[in-house]
């Protein structure tokens, strides 16, 4: 491979033809299922999947023999599926998805979830690095290895419309499709994040999730605080109560012992060449207010905490006017939705179900207290990187970055890379990504850090190239 050639091309593919798209993208406010339960009607993901599949085609007519399908399953979201022969019958899976979180409050002036906007190396807007350039990077990659005619595996471009909801759909697909699928070998994500914007980080795990709504009930309606404080009891104090049965108030740590597991010691030692490399932006690359600190004192903690510790937060309440329309009323319930980020090897049914136990069981004061959601997400752990593929993810974060490559797990969760996990158990993977620090998936003033889009288009060049010439 001539790899300042592949850069060259990498880089006006990315100006010429990737940019425009992905722009017009950013416009269309395709959000996932979860979060627009009118996605149907309101046509906007059929808007989405219709310009990746037009852009996808143009690309296409270079690869002789290629296909793309749009499947549709009754009642699911659509899914892209791309084919691409190569040399030999051994498969790549490349993975992306194009639906998108809410739009979130707080956007700065001039920016906003659906307005693309380019400042510097920066494309704001939603859905740009999480997660609609995967296709883009997906098919340059390729067509960066075609123009010098390179050997490779067959390829086939996986990008659901269902990731930002759990991907519930997804395990329909990839049934209804696992001839067309095949066995790959390689499976490479691009939807996950980077420590940095100066190395090629490699994920090595992703945490679990279980997510439910508690409702602490005491009153069948509201009544005077005056008349009722004292004798009934406040629906906010036992809830707090009740939470602090799962976490510690005072320090954040989870004191429900079920949600932990033994972390490999590989990990621990990753988590803190992580924290060597990353120094204090492990937290600063959070927007604290005043004088926040973070939880925990030492960094490798920090970065253990957020991949291999379970954690509380509370995403939303019910229950409570807004303050300036609250009167002295004694509220008849207090209804709040909890995420709890599991560590990647718990069972997540299991953690639910220890979950639901600790918060129900006893209620105080005798309220009603239920606790109820879908059935959480386990996480996922890598397993072990093949020699030619360690040896492969070095060289490419060398030519793409100039620097070595780093590995750390994420917080979040994909959940088709456990799915994917358990059909395929000998598949090597690569998951990655250009969520880097500031660049906010889920919140406002999100964007894609085009160079680092580009350099990791370019390092799944090489190693789909490293994949196809390994040893046997």
Known sequence: ????????????????????????????????????????????????????????????????????????????????????????????????????????????????????????????????????????????????????????????VMIEACEESGSYDLPYYVDHLKDRIGNPSLVVCLDSGCGDYERLWLTTSLRGIAAGTLTVRVLTEGVHSGDASGIVPSSFRLTRALLSRLEDEATGAIKLQDLYVQIPPQRIEQAKQAAEVLGDSVYTKFPFAGTTRPMAEERADMVLNRT?????????????????????????????????????????????????????????????VEFGGKDGQSGWHAPALAPWLEAAVAQASQEAFGKPAAYMGEGGSIPFMGMLGEKFPDTQFVITGVLGPHSNAHGPNEFLHIPTGKRVTAAVARLIVAHHARPR
């Open 1 to 156: 491979m001539d790899t300042k050639r592949l850069h060259h091309f990498v880089d006006s593919f990315w100006d010429d033809s990737i940019l425009p798209s992905i722009t017009e993208y950013i416009r269309i406010p395709n959000k996932s299922p979860s979060f627009d339960p009118q996605w149907v009607e309101h046509g906007y993901m059929e808007e989405a999947v219709a310009l990746m599949e037009g852009w996808a085609r143009q690309q296409l007519g270079a690869f002789p023999g290629a296909t793309l399908e749009v499947f549709r399953l009754p009642g699911r979201t659509p899914l892209l599926l791309m084919d691409l022969p190569g040399d030999g019958d051994d498969t790549v899976l490349l993975y992306g998805h194009l639906d998108k979180q809410p739009e979130m409050k707080g956007w700065s002036e001039g920016l906003g979830p659906w307005q693309p906007v380019l400042k510097g190396d920066k494309l704001y807007g939603r859905g740009g690095a999480d997660d609609g350039y995967a296709i883009y990077a997906c098919l340059c990659a390729l067509q960066a290895l075609k123009e010098q005619n390179l050997p490779r595996a067959r390829c086939v």
């Open 308 to 368: 291999w510790r379970p954690q509380l937060a509370v995403v939303g309440m019910d229950g409570y006017p807004t303050p300036q329309d609250a009167g002295n009323v004694l509220l008849p319930f207090s209804t709040t939705k909890l995420s709890l980020r599991l560590p990647p090897t718990l069972d997540a049914q299991a953690a639910m179900d220890a979950v639901k136990t600790a918060l129900e069981a006893d209620p105080p004061s005798g309220a009603t």
